[in-house]
Structures are given as C-alpha cells and as structure tokens.
C-alpha cells in the first residue's frame, strides 16, 4: 500500500501561482510513477503531469506545458506541482497518483480556487 497526501492548495488570482505538495509513504520501491490529475465542477478526471520517480523524466498535458512544472525530493518522498501562469479553467480538485507494480494509489485531493 501507498499512502499519498496532497497539500498546497488555495484560493489565487488569474496570472498567480502555487505550489502544490504530494507526500508519499508507504511501499514506495513499487512506485514507477508518480502524477498530478485534476477534476473540475462536472467534469471527468484528467491528467495534468507525470514524472518517473527513477530518472525525474516528465510529461505534461498540452493545456499547462510552459506553465506548470513537476519536482521530486525523492529524500523526503515528495512530488511537487509548481504551476504558474495561473488561469480561471485551471480551477478544479488536484490529486496526487502513484503508480506501480502493486497497483495505483490516490490522494484525496487538494482544492485550487482561480479567481478575482
């Protein structure tokens, strides 16, 4: 079992940014990856960003490339999700994902409010 803990969200301006925080414990040397999904009002849940928890390769979805940016502090079983640029439509539930040989495991999310 993975246990994933999400915090960093918040209420920000268009333009603004966040830092975003997934604290992993658990049986981590199963873990391959680790992403970001977000899940806004009636809508499905999408991928946001990934990194590889071996070699910090990452990948991102079209809508946040050049604005959000995903860390690891694989000493403190972190994954950050830096994002920048913040717009209105980014507003959703972010929730951190751990993917490995034993399964897929989830946070239960972390609000990201972008208003004026």
């Known amino acids: 079992q993975v246990q994933l803990v999400e915090s960093g969200g918040g209420l920000v301006q268009p333009g603004g940014s966040l830092k975003l925080s997934c604290a992993a414990s658990?049986?981590?040397?199963?873990?391959?990856?680790m992403g970001w999904f977000r899940q806004a009002p009636g809508k499905e849940r999408e991928f946001v960003g990934a990194?590889?928890?071996?070699?910090?390769?990452?990948s991102y979805a079209d809508s946040v490339t050049g604005r959000f940016t995903i860390s690891r502090e694989k000493a403190q079983n972190t994954v950050y999700l830096q994002m920048n640029s913040l717009k209105p439509e980014d507003t959703a539930v972010y929730y951190c994902?751990?993917?490995?040989?034993?399964?897929?495991?989830w946070g239960r999310g972390t609000q990201v409010t972008v208003s004026s």
């Open positions: 994902n751990a993917n490995g040989s034993v399964g897929s495991f």
């Open positions: 658990g049986n981590l040397f199963s873990i391959n990856v």
């Open positions: 990194i590889s928890w071996s070699n910090v390769m990452t």
